[in-house]
């Protein structure tokens, strides 16, 4: 396996932001919706779960929570794996246990063995495939990343409107153990997506130039001197922040209508509304990203995002018939697809994509630690999905107010913003022009001493370029379609 470490993203490659890279963007749009939508979709056969096992239902909210678990939590194990074996590889291995997880979970007679099998093996599957996507398509894209991230994360909003619905025909259909064996299948294009991610090589060379690139010193598995940067510790300490409530009123807004008087269909059309303004809100914020004069201040972009989204829930809390909460939903839905488009744009603007790999690994531990605070035991139906819902489900019972539960979240989440942006505004010095790793060192001792070469070397060089450039066109990075790495 060490000779598929080729897709280390070598610095000398440029990204082709394009032609193969809307394949990797194809590959990590389904990814995402997988990843995003799975753990909520699973819920779907609950109640058939109950019924089977003679359960409550805090027991099968375990499902979703380990699920969610092992997404957030591997994040360190995953961006190992990759910096060993390379994204494409992990990606393979990935999908097959997702799939695997939920076919074996189909033949389970006990809900532990289900939180083994569709939790732990599932959700390590969907782990092994998100991160290393994110990671591709920050190395296919250079100039559209901002786009290129807001149609990836569109794909949560789509995958949760389809597949719930699904799960729904799936177990009315075939029962719980059919609709998980029919799933899995689906997760195989995991495996698919994973084969699309073809790794890059720099354009070829002379003899010449081959030198150099052979002393390369070996990448760490795991490169935890990005916390020498002080903007990812700004980051790494607000999204923890962020995802405490973050997810908190989407969950709640459905049970608030029906306590409001409204139907239950009525109610559920709410995150109907949410979800379709999700779809559209996260490819235009990625477009607005992307403009020249916003992307270099795109950090103060996904601080605005949250602060929007943390003024919509101390609105919502004060919403009093449907009408607010439809209001409610179409404002939530925006700044929520804009925190969905940003925010692992913003961690690449800041990292850099030689250390992104391990960025995101210790980002989404830093995140588990975060939405893993309460247990799924904590008494109410919602309390599989992160964040601090466990807590929010006893101040619901205590207090019998919504309002309560919509203030706190929007609160935790207006709080990371002005961590961000005040971080990043009095912590965070300007950049200096001086390279920061050993590799860019290396290759700006390079430059100087051709820069220092006689006039008979430089003539020899001139000619060897010439020559070189009729016989290679100029290209930005090749795909490695050698017998190891082509499917």
């Known amino acids: 396996m060490g000779a598929v470490v080729a897709d280390d993203g070598p610095s000398g490659v440029k990204a082709p932001d394009g032609g193969w890279g809307w394949a ?23 109640k058939e779960l109950i019924r089977e096992f003679g359960i409550g239902y805090s027991d099968t909210a375990w499902i979703s929570s380990i699920l969610l678990a092992m997404l957030y939590g591997t994040g360190p194990l995953c961006s190992v794996c990759v910096n060993r074996f390379g994204c494409r590889p992990v990606m393979l291995v990935g999908g097959l246990f997702a799939s695997m997880g939920m076919v074996i979970a189909s033949f389970c007679t006990s809900i532990v063995q289900i939180y083994l099998t569709a939790g732990v093996i599932t959700g390590l599957g969907l782990a092994l495939n998100f991160q290393p996507s994110l990671i591709m398509l920050n190395r296919y894209f250079d100039k559209r990343r901002p786009l290129a991230n807001g149609l990836s994360a569109a794909g949560s909003p789509v995958f949760l409107c389809a597949l719930s619905p699904l799960g729904q025909i799936l177990q009315h259909e075939y029962g719980w153990r059919g609709g998980f064996l029919i799933l ?25 130039t081959k030198e150099p690139a052979e002393k390369k010193v070996k990448k760490k598995l795991l490169d935890f001197s990005v916390f020498k940067d002080s903007g990812f510790v700004i ?18 807004v459905v049970s608030y209508a029906k306590d409001l008087g409204y139907q239950d269909t009525k109610a559920a059309f709410l995150l109907t509304i949410l979800g ?13 990203a992307g403009l020249k004069w916003v992307r270099p201040r795109c950090v103060y972009l996904f601080s605005f995002a949250m602060i929007f989204n943390g003024f919509t829930d101390l609105m919502g809390s004060m919403s009093v018939d449907y009408g607010g909460l439809v209001v409610f939903c179409i404002f939530f839905g925006i700044s929520y697809g804009m925190v969905g488009a940003l925010q692992f744009e913003v961690l690449m603007a800041i990292v850099g994509t030689q250390k992104f790999s391990s960025a995101i690994g210790l980002v989404l531990l830093a995140e588990a630690m975060a939405v893993l605070i309460g247990p799924p035991s904590a008494g109410n139906h919602f309390c599989y999905l992160p964040g601090m819902l466990p807590f929010s489900g006893k101040l619901l019972d205590a207090t019998g107010r919504y309002m309560f539960v919509f203030i706190i ?41 051709s820069e220092e070469k006689t006039p008979e070397d430089a003539k020899v060089d001139s000619i060897e370029v010439e020559q070189f450039l009729k016989d290679e066109p100029e290209k930005n990075g090749e795909v490695v379609t050698n017998p190891e790495t082509c499917v």
């Open 409 to 449: 979240a929007g609160i935790e989440v207006t709080t990371s913003a002005l961590v961000l942006a005040l971080g990043n505004f009095f912590c965070i010095k300007k950049k200096s022009e001086e390279p920061h790793t050993k590799e860019e060192a290396a290759e700006r001792e390079e430059l100087n001493k």
């Open 184 to 208: 899995g299948g689906m997760l195989l294009n995991c495996c698919v997506c994973g084969a699309l991610m073809r790794p890059l090589e720099p354009p070829k060379k002379s003899e010449v």
């Open 276 to 288: 379709f303004i999700d779809i559209f809100a996260r490819p235009i914020c990625g477009m607005v």
């Open 235 to 252: 980051y790494a300490l607000a999204a923890s922040i962020m995802v405490l409530g973050l997810f908190v009123p989407p969950v709640f």
């Open 24 to 46: 990797v963007l194809f590959g990590c749009f389904i990814i995402t919706g997988f990843s995003y939508a799975f753990p909520k979709a699973v819920s779907v056969f609950f």
